[in-house]
Nanobody, 126 residues
Framework: QVQLQESGPGLVKPSQTLFLACTVSGASGPTAFYYWAWIRQPPGKGLEWMGVISYTGSTYYSPSLKSHTCIARDTAKNQFTLQLLSVTPEGTAVYYC??????????????????WGQGTQVTVSS
């Protein structure tokens, strides 16, 4: 059974870099060839797809976030990570990581993903 767990700071100041990690456990065999995505939900708003990294390391980003977002993987730690540069208060959200068997750019519907983390709250405030 694959499990995803997000981790990172709960509070970040504006203009700082937000760094989140998603630790993957139980992934082996076919699940090792999944696509790993980051999705967030600001308070009172819908889910926003941020980007995805493939099992080969290829990355795809939301056009609106591409200039200040970086998704990477750390295979030694069984993690994939999210860096969001120069965060603003609009970056306050619950951040989720998710995994899918196929590449589905821009998707936020939970049923399209095979696995979904519990989410971690990030507040951007001075």
């Amino acid at each position: 059974q694959v499990q995803l767990q997000e981790s990172g700071p709960g509070l970040v100041k504006p203009s700082q870099t937000l760094f989140l990690a998603c630790t993957v456990s139980g992934a082996s065999g076919p699940t090792a060839f999944y696509y790993w995505a980051w999705i967030r939900q600001p308070p009172g708003k819908g889910l926003e797809w941020m980007g995805v990294i493939s099992y080969t390391g290829s990355t795809y980003y939301s056009p609106s976030l591409k200039s200040h977002t970086c998704i990477a993987r750390d295979t030694a730690k069984n993690q994939f990570t999210l860096q969001l540069l120069s965060v603003t208060p609009e970056g306050t959200a619950v951040y989720y990581c998710a995994a899918s068997q196929t590449l589905i750019l821009g998707a936020t519907e939970k049923y399209l993903y095979d696995y979904w983390g519990q989410g971690t709250q990030v507040t951007v405030s001075s």
